[in-house]
């Protein structure tokens, strides 16, 4: 596959973050994955979750091509052919879905990628649908590990824009776009795992679950 990408960090995680998609996304329908890099979680959801379509998208044209080239070597029918999405110009070429992915997007983009984000999701999503985030962030201002401190400050070393996210910023740019936090899952590698509902005033509101 000369066009294929491939990341440490997906391999390591697609397993965990599957399992956990598989308790929060529905059963069927489509899910549009933002900043879909490599294509390795796409592949690896799609044949994870059969009954759902996985929309893949990215920017980037090499990321698309990897894309591509692992949903190709992935030889399933639940893949469609990735999209060109910047998370910071709407509208989207997407009209309604039942779910958007973003994983380790947010930190690695500037803040305006989380609000377009945000935007974005609460255009697609019918009532009730899912917005699940992944990802390293900052809680009551600090960072919950060591680790993540350091790689904050080689992310905004590598651009000043970037940086690991205060949960409650997200939350609240979540909130002004209708989508509304209802669980917090603690990750391996102190990573955490954000599930928001669109129109989910008043629901069970942010409740933790072990790992």
Known sequence: MPDALFSPAAARNAAPIAELLKRVLPLSGLVLEIASGSGEHAAYFARAMPALVWQPSDPDEAARRSIVAHAGAAGLGNIRSPLAIDATRQ???????NAVVAINMIHIAPWDA????????????AEGGVLYLYGPFREDGAHTAPSNAAFDSSLRARNVSWGVRDIEAVTAA???????????????????????????RGSAGDREVAP
């Open 91 to 97: 509208p989207w070429p997407v009209t309604r879905v």
């Open 114 to 125: 989380t609000m377009g984000l945000m935007a974005g999701a609460e255009a697609t999503l």
């Open 174 to 200: 979540g909130r002004a776009h209708d989508l509304h936090l209802v669980e917090r899952i603690a990750m391996p590698a102190n990573n955490l795992s954000l599930i928001f509902h669109r129109g989910s």
